[in-house]
């Protein structure tokens, strides 16, 4: 069996019994990653020198019988979290040579267990659109058929971990870009509740909205990464004081009497229909397996793209402020502070990123900003409201993913609205701080990987795991042919 | 005498004494070698985050509390967007619409009236960086360590019609955040700061003029000045039929000039929204009757106990309360000698006269008021004459010490040796036959020229009054 297609859990035995070292292991990722990823680009940094330090110090932890989940298990990270002395370009010219001196929390907490980093994965400038295609450096293809986009923004991180150029990796999710790459790539990827995973080092793309989470093979390895990676972090004055439950502690326990609620605008003419008819397919096999179907509504949802694109561009423009030229970073030319300011961010940022600049600077500015800002935060309550009544009857909400499987790259290059429209399964989540995870639920006649998302309580992670988790057990993956 | 009225309004910018940053954990002191108190947070690097420092927060309270606002139950951080290379996240994280203090009042006195000045708020921000300018090179390099440091911003009402106004309540806010321990208040390293909103309008009138900012103003001294030649700019501006722009000008201390800086038409539109990553702070009752009672005394009580307590008159209370540094060391003094009228007498006496004289600097003093106190004492209880006194206090300015171990190594002390004060005395009646017969002929004038003479001859070795005493004795005899 080719080791590099094994799960977490699997690989964890392997080099616990020592049937591979955590040298070794990593060894057969970056052969996979030299021979593949030039046809998926999938990768901006491979970290090798590094990665054989990590698993050297790995296997001696694992000799000393000292080994906890994730110890030289080889991860790969999205490029907008900082991990020490590590490139970390977010995709974009403007940080290009950036190198942070610090590490995220999430990237001390895979330190604490001893895990070994395959590389930067790419990513849409500053997590900025669903197709990686806005990347600077590596415009990343789908493994499934690589004249389709991977997804994004985390399109990297679930390409690679797709094609088995990782067994797993961390992406970050402000309004799907976890899960809608997952869905893409035919991987399972979760966004936990807002609050659950710091945020600290992680490249800000909107606050109010950003979670980073892993994106794996299947809901079992993702239990096992959101274990190593949540909790408070006196770092991310955000981060939830929830107790941090044993994520894998509900997986495998029957869904027998779970209440599904499959709220009926997600449904609707704007999806394709495989989409809608692989998730029906899904919900009626949970329904099998002694789950119950909830009919409702979620009539917000009309409003959830201007309400996310209004809160996340203007906090978008807020947070890539400090990209001007003066500390780090790209600079441009120019004879004074503004010019020089201007030059920098003219010529360092991608044409999504300016975009979204201007749309938030708009929304932000004195005289709209009672017409669209803050609509938008009343929009917010309004859908958080109605997940709050649909939650009294449902255990989870169940979704598609993306109204469509992966589309032809180029295909919504010039259609910035009908890319954004392209977010509306998946930013209401965000809005409403929840946690929902994407696992494949079918293919296209074409093989294209679809995707469902179950969307959880707040801090129910549990939950959405096991219902992800049962339908898993009873499906088939197809990997990709590269 | 001007036709205008003229009306202020000060926006107070004051750095708080919390030992670390306000959303970081690098040191909030004063200085250091360029860029070396910051961290990634506090420069802006990607991917950091605030974290906001309760300390701040508690000390804010405080200052609302001593200017007598209301403190809001419920707070939150606004971001002020604006680009300027000494302001790394390009925001400023501040507070508009909910501002820890609002509504408060704080008195001053001028020329013997009281007046209540009003605030409108107090809120909690981080103060930006320094740009260094280098002309030679033609370059400019930021130093980011003051990046972060908590600062307090007091706006007032517009209730202020003179500069002497003006001056009283920066010279009272001062003292009231030093003594609350809120802030040091030192003007020359920028820890206050003061912008002034000034306006005027004809006598009578009932609508305010047109306004302009004025900044940069590092004094007191500049902050008169500044607001003198401000009135006349306008007043002649007024005189000639024309207007006045709204408008922020500098002041050019040097120059004794203002100069305009931006009009209202190109004002930054600063974009505030919500914090997003600061939650907003509930306070409980319970927790801001804790820091409410955590205040220290405040310098009206300390005038007060002098007066009540102590018997001081209230003049030299108000000169001890005067400076903070001051009064803790004349605290500390009473502490020692519990003799508060004579060692008052000699705080403002002596020591102040030589702090004016620039002998003493109560930032560098090299004894406490334990050891000041003890001179008092010695003065007080006949052990050290007064003229001793002084030359102990000049050695200890000087070099420190004890005024113990300064008498005994100077032989300083009053030894009350009859035989030498008698030898002493004896022979300066004899060597003065003239005078002395003088004062037997009832010229009681020429006593003083005896005092004179044994004091000088003693060397302060007995007190004046066995020296008087003996005197009499002898030229009555």
Known sequence: MDITRAKIRELRKALDEKQISAEELCGEYFKKIKADDTKLLSYITVTEDKAKEMAAAAQKLIDEGKSSALTGIPLAIKDNICVEGVRTTCSSKMLENFVPPYNATVIEKLNADGYVLLGKTSMDEFAMGGSNQTSAFAKTKNPYDTERVPGGSSGGSAAAVSASLAPAALGSDTGGSIRQPSAFCGVTGIKPTYGRVSRYGLVAFASSLDQIGPICSDARDCAVMLNAICGQDAHDATSARADVPDFTAKLGQPVKGMKIAMPKEFFSDDIDNDVKSAVEKAAKSLEAQGAELVECSIPGLKYAIPAYYLIACAEAASNLSRFDGIKYGFRGEGRTFEELIRDSRSKGFGEEVKRRILLGNYALSSGYFDAYYKKALALKQEIIKEYNEVFELADVILTPTAPTPAYKIGAQDNDPVKMYMADICTVTVNIATLPGISTTCGYTADGLPIGMSIIGKRFDEQTILQCADAFEQGFEPVAPKL | ?477
């Open chain 2, 1 to 477: 005498m001007s036709a205008y009225y003229p009306t202020m309004g000060l926006e107070v910018h004051a750095e708080l004494l919390t030992n670390s940053k306000v959303f970081c954990t690098c040191s909030a002191e004063f200085g250091g070698a360029p860029n070396s108190r910051c961290c990634p947070v506090c420069s802006g690097l990607p991917g950091t985050l605030p974290v906001l420092n309760r300390r701040a927060v508690e000390y804010i309270i405080k200052a609302g509390y001593v200017m007598n606002c209301d403190i809001s139950r419920f707070t939150k951080w606004d971001r002020k967007n604006y680009f300027y290379p000494d302001l790394p996240k390009a925001y400023q994280i501040s507070q508009m619409p909910r501002p820890v203090c609002l509504a408060g009042t704080v008195n001053i006195n001028v020329n013997g009236e009281e007046k209540a000045i009003r605030i409108n708020r107090i809120h909690l921000e981080e103060d930006a960086g320094k740009l260094i300018h280098d002309d030679v090179n033609r370059i400019s390099l930021a130093d980011y360590n003051r990046c972060g440091i908590p600062l307090i911003e007091i706006v007032t009402e517009p209730d202020f019609h003179s500069a002497d106004e003006v001056i009283a309540f920066m010279e009272k806010i001062r003292l009231l955040l030093q003594y609350a321990g809120i802030c040091d208040c030192k003007m020359e390293q920028g820890s206050i700061r003061c912008d002034v909103n000034i306006s005027i309008a004809p006598k009578g009138s009932s609508e305010l003029g047109t306004r302009t900012e004025m900044k940069n103003l590092n004094s007191l001294k500049a902050i008169a000045k500044a607001i003198e030649i401000e009135i006349e700019r306008q007043e002649e501006i007024l005189d000639n039929g024309e207007k006045v722009i709204q408008q922020t000008r500098r002041f050019n201390e040097a120059l004794g000039e203002t100069t305009a800086m931006r009009s209202k038409e190109d004002a930054q539109d600063y974009r505030y929204f919500p914090d997003p990553d600061i939650p907003p702070i509930i306070f409980t009752e319970e927790e801001l009757e804790a820091i409410r009672l955590s205040i220290p005394e405040l310098p009206e009580q300390r005038v007060e106990r002098y007066v009540r307590d102590y018997s001081i008159n209230k003049k030299d209370a108000d000169i001890i309360v005067g400076d903070k540094r001051i009064c803790d060391f004349f605290d500390e003094a009473i502490s020692e000698y519990d003799n508060p009228k004579a060692v008052a007498n000699y705080v403002i006496g002596e020591l102040m006269r030589r702090i004016n004289l620039g002998e003493a600097d109560m930032d560098n003093l090299k004894f406490g008021g334990r050891e000041f106190a003890q001179l008092v004492e010695y003065m007080q209880t006949d052990k050290v004459s007064q003229a001793n006194a002084k030359t102990i206090l000049r050695e200890m300015i000087e070099n420190g010490g004890t005024p113990k171990d300064i008498a005994d190594r100077s032989d300083l002390w009053i030894k009350e040796d009859s035989d030498l004060l008698a030898k002493t005395v004896d022979e300066i009646i004899a060597n003065n036959p003239k005078a002395a017969e003088q004062y037997r002929g009832g010229d009681q004038k020429v006593f003083g020229f005896f005092m004179g003479q044994a004091n000088k001859a003693l060397k302060g070795a007995a007190s004046p009054k066995a020296i008087q005493e003996y005197i009499r004795k002898k030229l009555s005899e």
